[in-house]
């Protein structure tokens, strides 16, 4: 029921794709329940294959039928089948990916600047049944990712995360920050705009020397050390990647920085102990991970461990409402090939109400789905320089494949609005929760005009 939720809450009208999705596998289960049964008592049970070959026939020949189209002039045809069925028609996009992903097919040129600035006049972006049935399996408490136990997450994570340090520094760069960054100038690089988005953030929560700072779902555990050195915080990570938790303390003990300045925590938010108390909490585009049907637990949790007086900062990566195909075909693509577990990206009315029903009161939200385009950019840009060096020689081809993709269309997404990503502040609805210091000159933070 969750998955049906959330597809309701992306769709604006009756007929944008999660509705069509969700009303055509609803009402066509009814429809051939219904038909079945009078074929078999009315013609007999041999006859009851007939709707489905008329479907398959139906959807192959006449649904599935794409429009003509160059699609040579932008990709390389590498099997002489896929070449034939695809060459001068567009090509659905989640058959292209599949056939990139298997080496059958490669651009003729920069994959990031195709997809761009080309992507309409060769792609066709309805979804086939493989697709479809993926969808189904959502559906079905076993198969889907919104039942989230601990260890079910744990693997999860593991399996993306754990993939290798080297890995990510490919891509992410020395910072090793796997979130969005903030630009101040398109000029700025991306380790520029990555401090930028760490002195942002303290300074959103308000961090002060000495004061407790948790940071849930913290990857390599920059945002915890520059915490800890620059605001003087006593800064707390929690990861549940076991490499991203050694790298943290490795750098943390370089750095100079104590156990007591830069702890991590290598364990689950639902593990960490329930006495622990801090002023500032923040979830940077970790909550999209927790699962749809655990939210509330998530949220809750947060809650009993931030001070009546603390803030709460949430980053999220989210999806516009009212999704085209083009918007639905990236989320379904990240979900089924990427973060497999990240269902609770959505627009952003349903973390606002998941927050007030969890008894937040928002402050402040900031949409910064255009520096995450610029974020991504730079991350694809590095890791194209960077796939075919040495010490990535032992990953495995797909997936290099899989990470130029992901990277150039995410790119696209973000910078065309499909996808964004939010910044959220938020704190305990409590009567006694003292306002007014959202009403001094240093709450207004260095990088607005607001502060003289």
Same mark, same amino acid.
């Given at each position: 029921?969750?998955?049906?939720?959330?597809?309701?809450?992306?769709?604006?009208?009756?007929?944008?794709?999660?509705?069509?999705?969700?009303?055509?596998?609803?009402?066509?289960?009814?429809?051939?329940?219904?038909?079945?049964?009078?074929?078999?008592?009315?013609?007999?049970?041999?006859?009851?294959?007939?709707?489905?070959?008329?479907?398959?026939?139906?959807?192959?020949?006449?649904?599935?039928?794409?429009?003509?189209?160059?699609?040579?002039?932008?990709?390389?045809?590498?099997?002489?089948?896929?070449?034939?069925?695809?060459?001068?028609?567009?090509?659905?996009?989640?058959?292209?990916?599949?056939?990139?992903?298997?080496?059958?097919?490669?651009?003729?040129?920069?994959?990031?600047?195709?997809?761009?600035?080309?992507?309409?006049?060769?792609?066709?972006?309805?979804?086939?049944?493989?697709?479809?049935?993926? *969808? !189904?399996?959502?559906?079905?408490?076993?198969?889907?990712?919104?039942? %989230?136990?601990? =260890?079910?997450? &744990?693997? +999860?994570? $593991?399996?993306?995360?754990?993939?290798?340090?080297?890995?990510?520094?490919?891509?992410?760069?020395?910072?090793?920050?796997?979130?969005?960054?903030?630009?101040?100038?398109?000029?700025?690089?991306?380790?520029?705009?990555?401090?930028?988005?760490?002195?942002?953030?303290?300074?959103?929560?308000?961090?002060?020397?000495?004061?407790?700072?948790?940071?849930?779902?913290?990857?390599?555990?920059?945002?915890?050390?520059?915490?800890?050195?620059?605001?003087?915080?006593?800064?707390?990570?929690?990861?549940?990647?076991?490499?991203?938790?050694?790298?943290?303390?490795?750098?943390?003990?370089?750095?100079?920085?104590?156990?007591?300045?830069?702890? *991590? !925590?290598?364990?689950?938010?639902?593990?960490?102990?329930?006495?622990? %108390?801090?002023? =500032?909490?923040? &979830?940077? +585009?970790? $909550?999209?991970?927790?699962?749809?049907?655990?939210?509330?637990?998530?949220?809750?949790?947060?809650?009993?461990?931030?001070?009546?007086?603390?803030?709460?900062?949430?980053?999220?990566?989210?999806?516009?409402?009212?999704?085209?195909?083009?918007?639905?075909?990236?989320?379904?693509?990240?979900?089924?090939?990427?973060?497999?577990?990240?269902?609770?990206?959505?627009?952003?009315?349903?973390?606002?109400?998941?927050?007030?029903?969890?008894?937040?009161?928002?402050?402040?939200?900031?949409?910064?789905?255009?520096?995450?385009?610029?974020?991504?950019?730079?991350?694809?840009?590095?890791?194209?320089?960077?796939?075919?060096?040495?010490?990535?020689?032992?990953?495995?081809?797909?997936?290099?494949?899989?990470?130029?993709?992901?990277?150039?269309?995410?790119?696209?997404?973000?910078?065309?609005?499909?996808?964004?990503?939010?910044?959220?502040?938020?704190?305990?609805?409590?009567?006694?929760?003292?306002?007014?210091?959202?009403?001094?000159?240093?709450?207004?933070?260095?990088?607005?005009?607001?502060?003289?």
């Amino acid at each position: 029921m969750e998955k049906i939720g959330v597809g309701m809450a992306m769709s604006r009208n009756w007929d944008d794709p999660p509705m069509q999705i969700l009303l055509t596998l609803a009402g066509g289960a009814v429809v051939l329940i219904i038909g079945e049964y009078y074929i078999a008592t009315r013609l007999g049970a041999a006859y009851m294959m007939l709707p489905l070959i008329v479907c398959y026939l139906y959807y192959h020949f006449v649904a599935m039928s794409t429009p003509p189209a160059d699609t040579k002039k932008y990709l390389e045809f590498k099997n002489a089948k896929v070449a034939a069925k695809w060459g001068k028609n567009k090509i659905p996009m989640h058959i292209l990916v599949a056939e990139f992903l298997n080496d059958n097919v490669a651009f003729k040129g920069d994959c990031y600047e195709i997809l761009a600035n080309h992507r309409q006049e060769f792609i066709d972006w309805r979804p086939d049944f493989g697709l479809i049935s993926f *969808i !189904l399996a959502q559906l079905i408490p076993i198969t889907s990712s919104s039942f %989230k136990s601990i =260890a079910a997450t &744990a693997h +999860e994570i $593991a399996d993306h995360y754990d993939r290798g340090n080297d890995f990510f520094n490919a891509f992410l760069g020395p910072k090793m920050i796997y979130t969005s960054a903030f630009y101040q100038g398109l000029d700025q690089t991306l380790e520029q705009a990555q401090v930028n988005k760490l002195n942002m953030l303290c300074e959103k929560v308000h961090l002060k020397e000495g004061q407790t700072f948790l940071d849930i779902g913290c990857g390599w555990g920059t945002l915890v050390r520059h915490a800890a050195s620059k605001f003087k915080a006593k800064a707390t990570g929690v990861t549940l990647s076991a490499e991203g938790a050694a790298w943290c303390r490795a750098q943390a003990k370089k750095e100079g920085l104590s156990e007591v300045q830069c702890e *991590i !925590l290598n364990c689950d938010y639902r593990e960490i102990p329930k006495d622990r %108390k801090f002023d =500032a909490i923040s &979830a940077v +585009e970790m $909550a999209e991970h927790v699962g749809i049907a655990n939210f509330q637990l998530f949220l809750g949790s947060v809650r009993s461990m931030l001070k009546d007086e603390g803030l709460f900062y949430m980053q999220v990566a989210g999806l516009r409402k009212g999704a085209n195909w083009e918007d639905t075909q990236w989320g379904l693509f990240m979900s089924r090939y990427i973060f497999p577990g990240a269902d609770a990206s959505t627009p952003l009315y349903w973390y606002i109400k998941q927050l007030e029903l969890a008894g937040f009161e928002v402050h402040s939200v900031e949409t910064v789905g255009r520096h995450y385009s610029h974020t991504l950019h730079a991350w694809y840009d590095n890791w194209m320089t960077n796939k075919d060096s040495p010490e990535l020689a032992s990953y495995p081809s797909r997936l290099k494949r899989l990470w130029e993709l992901f990277l150039a269309w995410s790119t696209v997404a973000a910078g065309i609005g499909s996808a964004t990503c939010y910044q959220i502040v938020c704190h305990k609805n409590m009567y006694s929760f003292p306002r007014d210091i959202f009403t001094t000159a240093e709450s207004a933070g260095t990088r607005t005009m607001l502060r003289t």
